[in-house]
């Protein structure tokens, strides 16, 4: 029986290349155990307005000597995100639909960690294009020591009973390949080009914007426009 995973950092709202990833694989697991990294995708995604491409960021604090499970939410930034994407899509098509399940994760929730709260949009998202992989954490299973990272993947892989492994590109630059030939397991490369264009506000089509973008353009037509996501 063929069973594939992929495992990935939390995102604040990610592009629908990460979405994509996750309908494409059995379990997806969130590995929120690794050093957070400042200026990067776990707090912050961007949006369009009628002035570019603009970032929205999760204030995090100063202290980057954190696992991104241990990164805690203090700040009060929620109404202002909210406020954001409300002033930039509310004239989209789908913007009244998206909004009744979006806004109260922004207006009548607290989220008080980074791990938790990039989850909990991710599952809110997956239910509403109809993505039904199974999301896990790392450590709900047995997460090996100090040891190399290509390590602690197959050593998750084969925890979770994978057969096959999907990663993103990038991650060639570290990966030893080696490991999951040893293990048994199919290492896949995951191909984020070739994602049609949707109708899009303001000017140009730009591709690597959060989700929420397509999902205030197309609504539940979001599948239309991604690879692996069933109608």
């Given at each position: 029986?063929?069973?594939?995973?992929?495992?990935?950092?939390?995102?604040?709202?990610?592009?629908?290349?990460?979405?994509?990833?996750?309908?494409?694989?059995?379990?997806?697991?969130?590995?929120?155990?690794?050093?957070?990294?400042?200026?990067?995708?776990?707090?912050?995604?961007?949006?369009?307005?009628?002035?570019?491409?603009?970032?929205?960021?999760?204030?995090?604090?100063?202290?980057?000597?954190?696992?991104?499970?241990?990164?805690?939410?203090?700040?009060?930034?929620?109404?202002?995100?909210?406020?954001?994407?409300?002033?930039?899509?509310?004239?989209?098509?789908?913007?009244?639909?998206?909004?009744?399940?979006?806004?109260?994760?922004?207006?009548?929730?607290?989220?008080?960690?980074?791990?938790?709260?990039?989850?909990?949009?991710?599952?809110?998202?997956?239910?509403y294009v109809?993505?039904?992989?199974?999301?896990?954490?790392?450590?709900?299973?047995?997460?090996l020591g100090?040891?190399?990272?290509?390590?602690r993947l197959?050593?998750?892989?084969?925890?979770?009973?994978?057969?096959?492994?999907?990663?993103?590109?990038?991650?060639?630059?570290?990966?030893?390949?080696?490991?999951?030939?040893?293990?048994?397991?199919?290492?896949?490369?995951?191909?984020?080009?070739?994602?049609?264009?949707?109708?899009?506000?303001?000017?140009?089509?730009?591709?690597?914007?959060?989700?929420?973008?397509?999902?205030?353009?197309?609504?539940?037509?979001?599948?239309?426009?991604?690879?692996?996501?069933?109608?």
């Amino acid at each position: 029986m063929t069973k594939r995973i992929a495992i990935l950092q939390s995102n604040y709202i990610p592009w629908k290349g990460y979405f994509d990833m996750i309908a494409a694989v059995d379990e997806f697991i969130l590995y929120d155990d690794m050093q957070f990294t400042k200026n990067d995708w776990r707090n912050r995604n961007l949006i369009k307005t009628p002035q570019g491409v603009q970032w929205i960021t999760v204030p995090v604090g100063q202290d980057i000597r954190r696992r991104i499970c241990d990164v805690e939410l203090t700040s009060v930034w929620q109404s202002k995100h909210w406020k954001t994407l409300h002033s930039n899509y509310r004239r989209a098509p789908f913007f009244d639909e998206v909004a009744r399940w979006l806004e109260p994760l922004y207006m009548a929730e607290t989220h008080t960690g980074l791990s938790q709260m990039n989850r909990k949009f991710m599952e809110a998202i997956c239910q509403y294009v109809g993505i039904e992989t199974r999301i896990t954490n790392c450590w709900d299973y047995e997460l090996l020591g100090d040891t190399a990272r290509t390590a602690r993947l197959v050593d998750l892989c084969q925890q979770a009973g994978a057969t096959h492994y999907l990663s993103g590109p990038a991650a060639k630059n570290y990966i030893e390949a080696q490991l999951f030939d040893d293990a048994r397991i199919v290492l896949q490369w995951f191909d984020y080009a070739c994602f049609p264009e949707y109708p899009q506000l303001w000017g140009e089509f730009v591709h690597g914007v959060s989700i929420l973008d397509l999902l205030f353009n197309c609504g539940k037509s979001a599948h239309r426009y991604m690879r692996h996501v069933k109608a």
